[in-house]
Every structure is written in structure tokens, then in C-alpha cells.
């Protein structure tokens, strides 16, 4: 069960555990690197099956969780990122492939056990 260890563990817990105003929400950050790949907000928003005005609310409220910009607001011309914003869609793709592996391994070891029973 090696495969089931964490590769990182640098986040500990700290007595209580609160939620800190710039935490993530991963269907913003899926927003974001949907975006990222499509390039504009159209194509992005049918990926996403929302509205385009949808997609921009996410965006924005993002940036402003953050506290900074993400996308370069141009009208008109390829959507462009941030130098900020390339980072957190890096690390966004993997904080998403690290939600779906958890949910594949949970999904499989809840099969495990329910054959095992």
C-alpha cells in the first residue's frame, strides 16, 4: 500500500484548524484552468456547461480571494495570464489530479471492501 502515502506532507494541522480567507475553492480553480486551456472565455464556459458572465464571476472572485489578478483583461485578443496566474493554473492541475486520485483510491478501496465483506 506504498502507493497510498502522500509524496507531500509539508501541510500539518495547528491546534484548531480554520479556514483562512485565501483557501481555494477547486471548482474556481477548475474554472481557471479550463480557461487557461481554451484560451477564451466562450469556449471555456461551454466546456464548463455555464454561462460566459458565470465563468467571469468565478474568475473574479478568485482573483479577489487572492488578492491579486490571474487573467490579463483584454478585450478581443487571446486570453493572456498573469505571471501569478500561471503559477496557480500549474498548480492547480495538480491540486485537481491530486483530488482525482484521491477519489479513484477511495473509490477503489471502498470496492475492496465491500468484496472482501
Sequence with gaps: MTGLRPTHTSWRPSGDVLLSERDLDLRAVRC???LADA???ALAAGQLHMSQPGLTRKV???EARLGFALVMHDRGRRLQL???GR???EYGR???DLQQ???EVTSEADLRH???S
Design 39 to 41: 484560451g477564451n472565455y
Design 94 to 96: 495538480q491540486l485537481l
Design 60 to 62: 473574479m472572485a478568485l
Design 32 to 34: 481557471l484552468v479550463v
Design 114 to 116: 465491500s468484496e472482501a
Design 101 to 103: 486520485r484521491a477519489l
Design 82 to 84: 498573469t505571471s501569478r
Design 87 to 89: 503559477i496557480v493554473v
